[in-house]
Every structure is written in C-alpha cells, then in structure tokens.
C-alpha cells in the first residue's frame, strides 16, 4: 500500500512560478513517477516524469519551463513551475509506477494522488 499526496498549488499570474510537491509513503514511492494534469471535460494530460537516476522526460507544451525533480530522503517529488501560462491552469497530479518508465501515458500508472489545483491568470 502507498499513498501520494500533492501540495503547493495555487493561484498566480501570468509568468509567475509555482512548486508542486508529491509526498509519497510505502510503495507509492516509485522507481518512476510523474505529473500529469487535467482541465475539466478532457483526458489527463502528461507534464513530465521521472526515473530513480534523475533522468526525466517532458511535454513539449512545457519543456524549458518545468522542472521535474525527486529527494529521495524525503520521499518526495517536485515539480517547479516557471513562465507559467493561463494555458497551464489545471489540476495537477501526481502519480508513480508506470508499466513504462518516464511515460507521459495516464494509463501506464498505477498510483495517483488527489490533486492540487493550479490556476494561471493573464
């Protein structure tokens, strides 16, 4: 059993920063992990995801913006958000032990948190 838990979501404006953060307990802490989010009404949408040895992958929609990043001491997954655009407001989750490590398919992943809500005004 495990749990993931997100905070650090917010509201902010356009170009602003915001830093997620995914407490994760027992086998929750996976090998891989990622961050997905979601607008209302469409599929949830891969942001970037991680393997043990640091090595990440990302949307294009946010690459050299995001920062996906992991302290294994604490547990805990990352994800620093910079330049942020109205475009990028949406509930943000956290989730880890895909079937394909660093994938950016929701499908592939086994454990999810509940979600922080990010919105971006302009």
């Known amino acids: 059993q495990g749990q993931l838990v997100e905070s650090g979501g917010g509201s902010v404006q356009a170009g602003g920063s915001l830093r997620l953060s995914c407490a994760a307990s027992?086998?929750?802490?996976?090998?891989?992990m990622g961050w997905f989010r979601q607008i209302p009404g469409q599929e949830r949408e891969g942001v970037a995801a991680i393997d043990s040895f640091g090595d990440t992958n990302y949307a294009h929609s946010v690459k050299g913006r995001f920062t996906i990043s992991r302290d294994h001491n604490k547990n805990t997954l990352y994800l620093q958000m910079n330049s942020l655009k109205p475009e990028d407001t949406a509930m943000y989750y956290c989730a880890s032990e895909p079937s394909v490590c660093r994938s950016l398919v929701q499908y592939e992943y086994n454990y999810w948190g509940q979600g922080t809500q990010v919105t971006v005004s302009s």
């Open positions: 027992g086998y929750a802490y996976g090998y891989c």
